[in-house]
């Protein structure tokens, strides 16, 4: 076992001096994406990793996508951008299933990249990745991975003098589930009205007082504004 050991130690050390070299001879200014399981080795070395197996058009496929989520989204802009595979918005995936995967890679800021054929995407689908390219700024609070499969996730803003929430919501089931979104859940105020707006159709929901309610179709996304009403 000691021995097992100092050889992965080794390997591990090799593995560095080779990145080292390529990072030396590539320079600062370039995009080192590291494509190996999940490389911890390469921390320090890399701009960016992959973090999960290869992803389909496909709802299941998604499900590579959204496991790499959960289990290394610690990790990203903190120690490399989290590279959770493409994001495909072609058929066979339906509008929801698109806008979901959409949804989540855009919540979570990760690394975008697209694999569609975008000659042949349809105008609605191509309207899914102008939303939400390019990915934006933002680094996770958590400290370990998630357990479970969150249906709500919530991005805090602050910008330009304004602040707000993205809140995205989700179904990952077959079937059709009322969701009820607490304003409190979201660490804000009680005894305040806020305003809620839908971000795919851009539609202003209404000025709520607690929380609200939203049913959410099959294996579905939907990702929503919410700002203190003035």
């Known amino acids: 076992e000691l021995m097992a050991d100092y050889v992965d130690k080794l390997g591990e050390e090799a593995y560095r001096l080779g990145l080292a070299t390529i990072r030396r001879v590539i320079g600062p200014n370039r995009f080192?994406?590291?494509?190996?399981?999940?490389?911890?080795?390469?921390?320090?070395?890399m701009n960016?990793?992959?973090?999960?197996?290869?992803?389909?058009?496909?709802?299941?496929?998604?499900?590579?996508?959204?496991?790499?989520?959960?289990n290394w989204y610690f990790l990203h802009n903190v120690c490399w951008y989290c590279d959770p595979d493409c994001l495909l918005v072609?058929?066979?995936?339906?509008?929801?299933?698109?806008?979901?995967?959409?949804?989540?890679?855009?919540?979570?800021g990760q690394h975008l990249m697209a694999s569609d054929d975008l000659t042949k995407l349809p105008p609605e689908r191509m309207a899914i990745l102008q939303k939400v390219f390019p990915n934006l700024d933002i680094r996770p609070?958590?400290?370990?991975?998630?357990?479970?499969?969150?249906?709500?996730?919530?991005?805090?803003?602050?910008?330009?003098?304004?602040?707000?929430?993205?809140v995205?919501?989700?179904?990952?089931?077959?079937?059709?589930?009322p969701l009820t979104v607490k304003f409190s859940d979201l660490g804000l105020p009680k005894n305040?009205?806020?305003?809620?707006?839908?971000?795919?159709?851009?539609?202003?929901?209404?000025?709520?007082?607690?929380?609200?309610g939203v049913l959410l179709p099959p294996m579905s996304g939907r990702a929503f504004i919410v700002k203190r009403a003035e």
């Open 168 to 177: 995205a919501i989700f179904n990952w089931g077959e079937g059709s589930e």
């Open 90 to 108: 072609r058929p066979p995936l339906t509008l929801d299933q698109a806008r979901a995967w959409a949804t989540l890679y855009a919540v979570t």
């Open 48 to 70: 960016g990793s992959r973090t999960g197996g290869d992803i389909s058009a496909k709802w299941r496929g998604m499900m590579f996508g959204l496991r790499a989520t959960l």
């Open 32 to 45: 080192l994406l590291g494509c190996w399981g999940t490389p911890l080795e390469g921390i320090g070395f």
């Open 192 to 212: 305040v009205k806020f305003d809620v707006f839908e971000f795919w159709t851009w539609r202003y929901i209404g000025r709520f007082e607690g929380g609200f």
């Open 141 to 166: 609070v958590d400290l370990y991975p998630y357990r479970g499969r969150p249906r709500i996730w919530d991005l805090k803003v602050s910008r330009e003098g304004e602040t707000y929430d993205v």
